[in-house]
Structure formats: structure tokens, C-alpha cells
């Protein structure tokens, strides 16, 4: 018995990578109101003395005291995308990441 063959399936598009970001950069940023809402109940936390950059500041990178002669700065660092291509962002976020 032959069965009919089954059509092939219609493959799915995928969505644009660019597509996803819609704001850009800091367009897509939690305006600065929503944040503080977000964190107004950690302020009352106790916060050690080592931190000398933190959320009191709302700055978008913390301090941390190392020694009395170093100190490690983090910021968070997003790219959004930049292009279509996966492979060709993925390149892009490499040689992002190498920079910094």
C-alpha cells in the first residue's frame, strides 16, 4: 500500500532580530519612576560598608571596595540587536565584549 506523500511543511518565519528591540538603547531602559518603585522596599536594607556605589544613587553601575587602594566598578552591559543576522550579532556582541 502506498500512502499518499505528506505535503512538505510551510517552514515558520522567524522574526527579524531588530524586530525585537523596538525602543533602541536606552529607549528600552525601565524609566527612571518604575525603578524606583521597583526598588523603593530594598533601600531600607542594610547595606554594607564595602559597597560605595549602590542603588541609593539610582547610577546604573555599583561600587565595591576591594582595599583601602581598589575598588571594583560593574555596570551591566546590553547590546541590542544591531542586525539580522545571528551569526553577524553574535560577532558584533564578541568583539563588544573583547573592547570592555
Request: aromatic share 4%; hydrophobic share 45%.
Amino acid at each position: 500500500m502506498n500512502s499518499p506523500a505528506a505535503a512538505p511543511a510551510t517552514p515558520t518565519p522567524e522574526p527579524r532580530l531588530t524586530s525585537l528591540s523596538h525602543g533602541g538603547g536606552c529607549g528600552c531602559k525601565i524609566a527612571p519612576g518604575v525603578l524606583s518603585a521597583i526598588l523603593k522596599d530594598t533601600l531600607a536594607m542594610p547595606m554594607p560598608p564595602e559597597l560605595l556605589v549602590g542603588i541609593q544613587t539610582a547610577d546604573d553601575a555599583a561600587v565595591w571596595k576591594l582595599n583601602d587602594q581598589q575598588a571594583l566598578i560593574a555596570t551591566p552591559d546590553f547590546l541590542i540587536p544591531l542586525v539580522d543576522h545571528p551569526f553577524a550579532l553574535g560577532r558584533i556582541a564578541d568583539d563588544n565584549a573583547l573592547i570592555y
